[in-house]
Antibody, heavy 122, light 111 residues
Framework: QLQLQESGPGLVKPSETLSLTCTVS??????????WTWLRQPPGKGLEWIGN???????YYYPSLKSRVTISVGTSKKKFSLTLSSVTAADTAVYYC??????????????WGQGTLVTVSS | QSVLTQPPSASGTPGQRVTISCSGS????????VNWYQQLPGTAPKLLIY???QRPSGVPDRFSASKSGTSASLAISGLQSEDEADYYC????????????FGGGTKLTVL
């Protein structure tokens, strides 16, 4: 059974960089047909896709975040990471890592991490 | 402002049938498959429907969905108290370089 677990600081100062890691167990990021995904959910609000990375290293980012986001895969193929630069209070959210299965136009998220709350505050 | 439009709330009594709509455009729902997720309070979302109308293993057949043109809908029949949750539609949008889009979510209350 695939499991994903987010880890990283729960508090980030404004203008600094948010960094999170997702550890994948029960599977490998090196498998084809899967896109390893980051999403977020501001408190009391809806879901927002941040971006994803394919096992080959190809990345896709949400247009409005693209200039601040980087998603990468660790050498062990068991972890992938998110960095979001120049954060503001608007970036306060529960951040989820997930696996999106299938091609872009017909993909769906079949596994989710439990989520981690990141607060941007001085 | 979400790319996909859902009603913010819906409600029903136990045993009733409720539907939740999701409206988009030709660049998203009109040309790609739609998925639905259920988010119980305080938990991560869970896949409810994929490829417009397919249920993952373990999802009761009380949940069904359909897509027509640039809109999709989720139906829940035989409403139960444990169905009280937030529901989100999701698909791919072909504009720009392509990206995943969600509806704003619908909070379902079981009266």
């Amino acid at each position: 059974q695939l499991q994903l677990q987010e880890s990283g600081p729960g508090l980030v100062k404004p203008s600094e960089t948010l960094s999170l890691t997702c550890t994948v167990s029960g599977g490998s990021i090196g498998s084809s047909s899967y896109y390893w995904t980051w999403l977020r959910q501001p408190p009391g609000k809806g879901l927002e896709w941040i971006g994803n990375i394919y096992y080959s290293g190809n990345t896709y980012y949400y247009p409005s975040l693209k200039s601040r986001v980087t998603i990468s895969v660790g050498t062990s193929k068991k972890k992938f990471s998110l960095t979001l630069s120049s954060v503001t209070a608007a970036d306060t959210a529960v951040y989820y890592c997930a696996r999106r299965r299938g091609e872009s136009s017909s993909g769906y998220i079949d596994y989710w991490g439990q989520g981690t709350l990141v607060t941007v505050s001085s | 402002q979400s790319v996909l439009t859902q009603p913010p709330s819906a409600s029903g009594t136990p045993g009733q049938r409720v539907t939740i709509s999701c409206s988009g455009s030709s660049s998203n729902i009109g040309s790609n498959t739609v998925n639905w997720y259920q988010q119980l309070p305080g938990t991560a979302p869970k896949l409810l429907i994929y490829w417009n109308n397919q249920r993952p293993s373990g999802v009761p057949d009380r949940f069904s969905a359909s897509k027509s043109g640039t809109s999709a809908s989720l139906a829940i029949s035989g409403l139960q108290s444990e169905d009280e949750a937030d529901y989100y539609c999701e698909t791919w949008d072909d504009s720009l370089h392509g990206y995943v889009v969600f509806g704003g979510g619908t909070k379902l209350t079981v009266l």
